[in-house]
C-alpha cells in the first residue's frame, strides 16, 4: 500500500509539472517591434489632457495659414486649398473643446476671491480679467452657435458678436501685460531680499567661523528662477496673442492672414512648451 501510495504520489507530480516551452517567435506579436519610450508614454498623457490636444491642434491651425501662404505664393492654389480644409474643422474642434470653459473659470474666480492675493493691484486685475473672460466665452459661444446656423441669428449680428468678443479678449490680453509687469515687480523684491539674507548669512559666518547652511536660500533661488522663466514664458505669449485680439476686434483690418499665422504660432509654441512641462 505504501508503495502503490508513493506511486501515486510521483504520477501526480508528474502531471502537474510544468513543461517549459521555448517561445517561438510570432509575426503577430507587434508590441516588440516598439522599444518602451518614456517620450511614448509622456505623449500619451499629454494628448489624453484636453489643455495638450488645443494647444497641439492649435500648433497645425495656425502655421498651416503661413502654409497657406508659402503655398499661394508658389502658385500651388490646390494645396493651398487642402491645407485650408484641414485648418477650418481644426479651429472649429477648438472653440467645441472651449464650451466647458466657463466651469475652471468659475473655479479661478472662487480662489481669487478666497486667498491672500500678493498684492492688491494683482487681486484688482485678477478680478477685471474674470469679468472680461465672463463675457467673453458666452459671446464666443454664441459667434459659433450662429455662424454654424445651429441658433436662428443673422449674419450681421453674428459678425458683431465675434467682434464684441475679440474685444473683451484683447482686453484681457492688456490686462495680462499689467499683471506680468506686477508680478515681475514683486519677483524683483523677493529676489533682492533672499539675496540681502544671504550676504548677511555669509557676514555672519565670517564673523563666527563657522559655516552657513544655504539650502533654504538655493530652494529659494531655485523658485525664483523658475518664477521669472514663467513671466518671460507668458510675456511671449501674450504678445502673440496682442496683435491678432486687436486685428479681430475691427471691424475693418488690414493685418495680413500669415501674420495671424506668425504670431499664433509663437503663442501656440509657447503654450505647447508650457503645457508639455506640465504634463
Not at 508658389?74 to 473643446?97: C, H, M, W, Y
Not at 492688491?120 to 459659433?144: A, S, V
Request: hydrophobic share 40%; glycine share 4%.
Amino acid at each position: 500500500m505504501v508503495a502503490a501510495s508513493k506511486q501515486e504520489v510521483d504520477s501526480a507530480e508528474q502531471v502537474h509539472t510544468p513543461v517549459l516551452r521555448k517561445e517561438s517567435p510570432s509575426i503577430l506579436a507587434l508590441g516588440k517591434l516598439f522599444p518602451k519610450s518614456e517620450t511614448l508614454d509622456h505623449t500619451v498623457r499629454f494628448l489624453n489632457q484636453v489643455r495638450g490636444t488645443d494647444k497641439t491642434l492649435m500648433v497645425v491651425q495656425y502655421f498651416s495659414k503661413i502654409f497657406v501662404w508659402y503655398f499661394l505664393k508658389r502658385g500651388r492654389e490646390s494645396t493651398a486649398q487642402r491645407i485650408k480644409n484641414l485648418s477650418g474643422p481644426i479651429s472649429d474642434f477648438r472653440v467645441l473643446l472651449r464650451y466647458y470653459g466657463l466651469l475652471p473659470l468659475i473655479q479661478w474666480m472662487q480662489y481669487v476671491d478666497s486667498t491672500p492675493s500678493s498684492s492688491p493691484l494683482l487681486l484688482l486685475i485678477d478680478r477685471l480679467q474674470n469679468i472680461c473672460n465672463l463675457i467673453y466665452y458666452p459671446l464666443e459661444h454664441i459667434y459659433w452657435l450662429g455662424a454654424h446656423e445651429v441658433i436662428p441669428i443673422s449674419m450681421e449680428k453674428t459678425n458683431k458678436i465675434a467682434i464684441w468678443s475679440c474685444r473683451f479678449w484683447a482686453a484681457y490680453v492688456v490686462l495680462q501685460f499689467a499683471h506680468l509687469a506686477e508680478e515681475y515687480r514683486l519677483y524683483k523684491v523677493r529676489l533682492q531680499s533672499t539675496r540681502a539674507n544671504i550676504k548677511a548669512a555669509d557676514a555672519k559666518a565670517r564673523e563666527t567661523g563657522e559655516p552657513v547652511d544655504k539650502t533654504e536660500y538655493k530652494r529659494e533661488l531655485a523658485a525664483l528662477k523658475a518664477e521669472k522663466k514663467g513671466i518671460l514664458i507668458n510675456t511671449v505669449i501674450n504678445t502673440g496673442y496682442l496683435p491678432l485680439t486687436v486685428h479681430w476686434s475691427l471691424e475693418k483690418s488690414s493685418f495680413p492672414d500669415v501674420g495671424v499665422g506668425i504670431f499664433g504660432g509663437i503663442a501656440a509654441l509657447a503654450q505647447f512648451y508650457v503645457a508639455w512641462k506640465s504634463s
